[in-house]
């Protein structure tokens, strides 16, 4: 059954790939100087500053799935956070523009970002490739969003039939999904 990303899982994952009792930022910032050449990205990681451990666990759960995954902060240390300048705006879409979607992670932090709601608007307006990605305190694998967070898909993780490994799902609604590496070719949810 497909469900929703979990706190506790989310923080056991980034648990997991923090050795030594290193900082969630720590291990993305070595982890992304691997990675610094790459300029194409499956997922543009849209989420608040605050949830550096959650993101973490996000993170690493989508490179687990074989997905590229950027986060700002990580990437582009230079922009500013706190003020909203052109320059950052114009590195942002350079890089929602090179990203083939975008996960808008919903977490208890996520209404308070400045930045969020026009990333989920401009990379919607730009290739319709934009969904939620719900965090949720529990396990389930219903959701439902909250104001204008109601008409975009959501996403789901589960083991598709046969398989070992997680997969992920786009979601109209628990009856209505497709696969996302179909949803990034541009099919759509279909009733199942």
Not at 3 to 24: N, Y
Not at 88 to 108: D, G, I, N, Y
Not at 133 to 151: A, C, D, I, M, R
Request: glycine share 6%.
């Amino acid at each position: 059954m497909m469900g929703l990303f979990t706190e506790v899982d989310l923080r056991a994952r980034a648990d997991r790939g923090v050795p030594l009792q290193k900082s969630a930022g720590t291990i993305l910032n070595e982890r992304v100087v691997a990675k610094a050449r790459v300029e194409q990205f499956d997922i543009f990681l849209s989420h608040s500053l605050s949830d550096q451990k959650l993101i973490l666990g996000i993170w690493l759960s989508l490179e687990d799935m074989g997905y590229e995954v950027y986060v700002d902060w990580i990437h582009d240390r230079q922009l500013s956070r706190d003020s909203v300048t052109k320059e950052t705006a114009e590195v942002l879409r350079r890089r929602m523009r090179s990203s083939k979607s975008l996960f808008f992670a919903t977490t208890a932090n996520s209404s308070a970002s400045k930045w969020m709601p026009w990333e989920l608007g401009y990379k919607d307006g730009q290739n319709k490739r934009a969904a939620i990605l719900p965090v949720s305190q529990s396990s389930t694998n219903t959701y439902s969003g909250q104001e204008y967070l109601g008409v975009y898909p959501y996403v789901t993780e589960d083991r598709a039939q046969g398989q070992t490994n997680k997969s992920l799902w786009i979601n109209e609604s628990p009856s209505r999904y497709v696969s996302f590496d179909a949803w990034l070719s541009g099919q759509e949810p279909t009733q199942r």
